[in-house]
């Protein structure tokens, strides 16, 4: 790991307006993702703020009946908050599936969203990464991919979003809140937060460098039924080759948004609309355009499956 300054944030603005100052700062809380990115020299940041003091760790009730979840909630008081667990059940079934418990207790809600998205070659310094290094080269295309997208990448990367609780989010509508050191504050809306890769895959949010997530806001409770299922090839500590965020209601139309297939969380209006039809006319949907490797063309019938377990299970 390479030398670093370090310093405690007091305020919101003050955190903000630090790494604007240096070109190469980044905030930190949790560090469940920075600090192995560090250690590999793959992040080098040099000065690090640490923004756990901003008191952004409450989940607060919202007049229209939704939620308001601050950025530092860490992801196992998110998991087990009785009115997340009551009424977003796909959030809290998702972010269980995630990770282990002991990375659940650091892990923070805007920490989780900003994930980078990975491939092996993306943690190999001595291949070529247009993650790591623009214009470098895509080591993923011709190489190992089975666990990559299939769908919504690009000539320039195939990597996949590795997070859960981000697909529970994309169905449920989340909004991102941020501030600017200025103090301008935006809304975010899940569906524009995190970008596809194109030709300029180091580029993974629609974040600006020194702007703070603050918050995520979740609308009303949908009801129905909520599910979220992870597919890996082990039962715990592994990202997701493909996973379902689901919510069915009693007359089988419903949400429905897939992990591990693209660089973002994958949801698509015509498959939603499908829903009723069946998990084989709604996959049809999701997965139209998509374009997988010889190695993860298994993907494909393995989604299929996987919604066909999902809307399963929603029948009871």
Not at 144 to 166: E, F, K, Y
Not at 253 to 262: E, F, K, N, T, Y
Not at 277 to 289: I, M, P
Request: net charge positive.
């Amino acid at each position: 790991m390479k030398p670093f300054t370090y310093e405690r944030a007091r305020s919101v603005s003050e955190a903000a307006a630090a790494v604007a100052r240096n070109p190469s700062a980044k905030f930190i809380a949790g560090g469940t993702n920075l600090l192995d990115l560090m250690k590999l020299q793959i992040e080098a940041p040099t000065h690090l703020v640490d923004v756990n003091g901003l008191q952004l760790d409450k989940i607060e009730s919202l007049p229209d009946g939704g939620l308001r979840i601050g950025a530092l909630v860490r992801n196992t008081a998110l998991a087990s908050d009785e009115r997340v667990r009551r009424d977003y059940g796909v959030l809290s079934h998702a972010i269980v599936a995630g990770a282990s418990g002991q990375l659940r207790n650091k892990a923070t809600t805007a920490g989780n969203l900003l994930q980078r998205t990975r491939c092996p070659y993306f943690y190999d310094t001595d291949q070529p990464c247009n993650k790591r290094q623009p214009g470098s080269g895509c080591s993923a295309i011709g190489g190992a991919s089975r666990s990559l997208a299939v769908i919504g990448g690009s000539q320039a990367c195939i990597a996949t979003n590795p997070g859960d609780m981000a697909a529970a989010l994309r169905v449920l509508d989340a909004n991102i809140e941020t501030v600017r050191p200025d103090g301008r504050t935006r809304v975010i809306p899940i569906a524009d937060f995190h970008r596809l890769p194109g030709n300029t895959p180091h580029i993974e949010t629609s974040l600006e460098r020194d702007e703070l997530i603050t918050g995520v806001t979740l609308p009303r409770p949908l009801g129905g039924t909520h599910i979220y299922r992870k597919v890996r090839d082990r039962a715990s500590y592994a990202f997701a080759l493909v996973s379902v965020a689901a919510v069915v209601q009693a007359d089988g139309s419903g949400r429905v948004a897939l992990g591990g297939v693209a660089p973002k969380p994958w949801r698509v209006a015509a498959a939603e609309a499908a829903l009723p039809q069946g998990a084989k006319a709604s996959a049809e949907q999701l997965l139209a355009g998509a374009s997988p490797t010889h190695d993860n063309a298994f993907k494909l019938p393995l989604a299929e499956r996987t919604l066909f377990a999902v809307l399963a299970q929603a029948r009871g």
